[in-house]
């Protein structure tokens, strides 16, 4: 209810604050028997984790996590899985500067708003540092997914698009250069556009696009939590993002029927696929496709005006080591949003079986 | 869980089919004592119901609701709120023609693969006929935020393109035309447009944006139930839709950090509006807008080849009284859903209070 | 949330008030493709519908049971199933004598209190008419539970008890009185108490126990959703209950460990069940059993002083068609609430398969 | 969903097993601005702790709780409270012995059955130290329902039974003695009884009682989740819970109703209170009071035979330190969750205000 809860059989739910003691959550509903793969969830971790490259924030933090309970001898028990993140990294930072300020276009105005308190060291609750523990979680549905393969990857860097449809992509590369962009002349590119910006004391946006395969058909729950639109919550949920499309998407709007439609083949796959495998808001068992915009991070490296508790302007100045662009970290963030959905509704799926 | 129900605090559960004997749904946890306007209730169905005008399905519908509970001597009582709409356009008309065969880029592939039958009446459950129900529920979430002003209007049809900001354009005339575009002008153009594309026997997509005025700051539950994520949701499971975006949207991806931010005036209010009205997934005070993409409705009135259950190929010719374009009938389902999400988030917030 | 739905994957939500034009509700989450008896579901109404003897109130309701949707060719198509029931029985009568008044032990005060307001006619909400939604749910979780045999019979009214262990009885006779107490010359005596009763104008609680049998070894959600805390919720939600115990109950708590541990047969049966078919608060396929205490009615035949909503006193006189004993009728509605229960964790129990 | 997490708005969510490395839990939805009292909070966890008095489990544990979230400068700040207990007591103990068996009356079996698996050290997720996170969550929980008054009292060890109503007690007696039975006289003779028992390696079951003074009217949400209906569960989710009733429970069903009903002072209290203080669910104002059946442990210090996961005979000998009568233990668990059903509804009724 109070929002720090995802998935209803496949569910987790967070906690923890940017500069508390640690991060943490619970992933209830995970199916027993599962071996788990441990090195590929911390390989999960160190995919979102800070100081990771060049063109991500500089901030250290190890990003390990502790399981408390929920597997035993190496396997899942269906019971509960307790994990914490310690937060290693809390300098005992001078606040001062930000505790009776609000920082422009920063989540500090509304929860003070809101809750009429707030823990003001780095975002508190509404830093992204949260996302850890969604990390985690999404490593972990992976997991349970044996088969689907779920690929995120940067196709915006500001005004740069990867102008590619996915299908002419070697998925595989995403990895290969720190962008997580594919394709690798792109990646530069864009790699040199962050850095620029980064030394101007700016951030920029941009965009991730996934792709889901070997989603069998049948997920989704309509008419409300279908498929694309549990999707698009995940999606919208986490830090900065600002729009969500799938298939054909806002493109997909401006066309004709007789041209949007997917023709069938005689084995159920569509010759097309605009409706980005969900029909109805179910799968239909081609690939699902997926757009994520982020806006640029408003932390700037750069004095400003701003006004403070009193509303009475203040001077501030930016600092601290954080990121120019905030894609290349949240490609993990992405993939395993994507993967709590698709866990819930293959479980859920069950019902029908 | 089987995606039926929407809303917590705030909720409802709706059922029906396209084709059945009736619709309907219940609405808990509406507040009591809130002298309900049946007139402004009608009025909304009568904005969504087909036969309205000349642009949108000739098929002739009532619409007219009836209450079953709830409600005591005008006012509702805080008790659930159970509606019924009527189907009384249920031709005995033959359906053989679509029992067993699949229509591209409908649900009728998908429902056959998750739950193994389907009333292929009309759709079934997944006609959009289903969101007649919302329409109540949401006319009815509308008197309950009083003061809060939510104006949705068409701004896209086909690549036709509104491009004034929300501000530019008189929100009270959006009614004064059958498009429900507030400028008249354009409105005109997609008439026209609309108009030409139905003679073909052809569809096509087209934007809803919406506005939302008088929000009080405080609204949304971080981190996953982020105000923004759970109208993304809420737009993403109307039917058709293939995108949403708040504030700058996709486009604010593109931006520097440096021109997204919003500086604060001293009152609290910002000088731009890039977030929408929403910062760290709660709301600031400022205006909420957002923009929900369309696809083109996928049955045409044309002749086309298809595949049947067996995977067989099957000859079709889309018949009856459909939409050309979904949009000037869905701008009240967009007002519906954006206010069952704020009633919700309304009445959550009380716990701070 | 507003505490009108019950059940998670089997779910049902319901309205309607006592004397308001209809009561009803959706069952979502019912898996496709069951045959539906609908015989079966009306002889559950029979069984529950004033009138239907001697002994309980001579109120006549036909309590039949239209189906809007979910249902198509008779079968179950996995969409919700809306439902509504006709009050019939809605004379124009005169309530000024409750409008204003508090009757002892009935809901009017609280209602007023929490809501600010009621519906008078007869209960409104708080009428134990509700409960024929539950009915109607519950026979049809009962056809979900194929092969599940769930038999509930009057064990108590007032003082007298029938003392035998449901293993004595001739579970197939429970339906051969109108008291629905499977020992004859029990039932006989109870039905004589219950005319006395009546004659002086008074009323008297009862007990309902519950025998389910060929419960799969599994069912339960710990640690909260344990199967006997959702059945003793499920059974501390029907109107007029006070206490629910389970297996050895509150005499087990008299015992020592010694005496109340079950023993183990080699095939994993217990020798003894005082665990009553639940351990760790999930089913182990012995039979479950237990007792549903329900306090005597509030409406009396007689005349007796109250308060106004100004804290005056007034003098009522109970008049009307009221049941002298609840326990008769509220036989099916504990099967049902049963039902509900067993369907819900039968369903969730699939994730583990 | 998977049954771990408890109540709406103020939920938590718990997990651990007893002899991993730690439990834990996330309380979402409490209240920002709270200043807690650490030392209530630890305090109620040492009338839960094993090894706190003559006649309870020896084992050692200090049960300190270390939170990590949503509390900053000595308040709650309205994010979730992250927390977690660490298990110290882990030793390597050999489990050999129960690693493929199944001992009588515990979870052993249907753990098994259910999962396919278990953590069988120490009854793993079965084990009541879950009930530990209960505690931390009934104790915050507490301090949000400032002004309420929660007392749970033994008033059962095996047959002995405290006959007085709780208005002949004095409740700030009920730490004075290691029972938590307010009647010094008959603690003492409890006090013996269970050591006796213990001395015989046998175990017995007990009753607690709880009163909850100072309840507003207007708690509790019909028609599913009564107040009553929410605090059985909450109840029967505790271990070892056999049974449950409020007001005047069972013996409420061999009354009268003339004898029953609760007649009204002129200021709406009433001037017997066989409601329990609970009218249609809804609280009324007047004293909530229950009672709650605990079977006896299962563990006993003696030899006996039971099967193994092939359905071999096998003989066991139970060790170790266990409760000989889990009622002196188990009285802060049943007020902690009062507590937790009670906070819930506190903030759900604010819908109404």
């Known amino acids: 209810m109070a929002g720090n809860s995802f998935g209803k059989l496949f569910s987790i739910t967070t906690y923890g604050e940017s500069h508390g003691p640690a991060l943490g959550g619970v992933i209830d509903g995970c199916p027993p028997g599962i071996e788990l793969d441990m090195d590929a969830i911390q390989n999960e971790m160190n995919r979102r984790k800070p100081g990771q490259s060049a063109i991500v924030t500089q901030r250290k933090e190890p990003d390990s996590v502790k399981f408390h309970s929920g597997i035993f001898e190496g396997k899942t028990t269906g019971t509960p899985i307790g994990f914490v993140i310690e937060n290693t990294n809390q300098k005992s930072h001078d606040y001062s500067h930000i505790k009776d300020s609000y920082r422009p276009s920063h989540a500090d105005y509304t929860y003070d708003k809101k809750y009429g308190t707030r823990d003001y060291r780095g975002g508190g609750r509404s830093s992204a540092r949260e996302t850890a523990c969604r990390v985690v979680a999404g490593a972990i549905a992976k997991q349970v997914l044996k088969g689907i393969e779920i690929y995120a990857y940067v196709s915006g860097v500001g005004t740069m698009k990867l102008d590619k449809p996915y299908s002419e992509?070697?998925?595989?590369?995403?990895?290969?250069?720190?962008?997580?962009?594919?394709?690798?002349?792109?990646?530069?590119?864009?790699?040199?556009?962050?850095?620029?910006?980064?030394?101007?004391?700016?951030?920029?946006?941009?965009?991730?696009?996934?792709?889901?395969?070997?989603?069998?058909?049948?997920?989704?729950?309509?008419?409300?939590?279908?498929?694309?639109?549990?999707?698009?919550?995940?999606?919208?949920?986490?830090?900065?993002?600002?729009?969500?499309?799938y298939g054909s998407g806002f493109h997909g709007s401006t066309m004709y029927g007789s041209d949007h439609n997917d023709a069938f083949n005689t084995d159920g796959s569509t010759k097309t696929n605009n409706s980005g495998g969900i029909q109805g808001g179910i799968s239909n068992g081609m690939d699902i496709y997926f757009n994520v915009a982020f806006k640029p991070v408003a932390t700037l490296i750069q004095k400003y005006e701003t006004i403070d508790k009193k509303g009475e302007i203040v001077e501030m100045q930016g600092k601290g080591r954080h990121d120019p662009c905030v894609v290349p970290r949240a490609v993990p963030i992405v993939e395993a949003m994507a993967a709590l959905v698709l866990a819930d509704f293959y479980l859920i799926n069950k019902i029908y079986s």
């Open 169 to 245: 992509l070697d998925l595989t590369k995403i990895e290969s250069n720190i962008v997580r962009c594919p394709d690798q002349e792109m990646a530069t590119k864009m790699e040199q556009y962050i850095k620029e910006v980064r030394s101007k004391g700016d951030t920029v946006g941009g965009i991730i696009s996934c792709v889901v395969k070997n989603v069998p058909a049948g997920l989704g729950e309509p008419v409300f939590d279908k498929l694309h639109a549990d999707l698009g919550k995940a999606m919208l949920s986490i830090n900065a993002v600002k729009g969500f499309e």
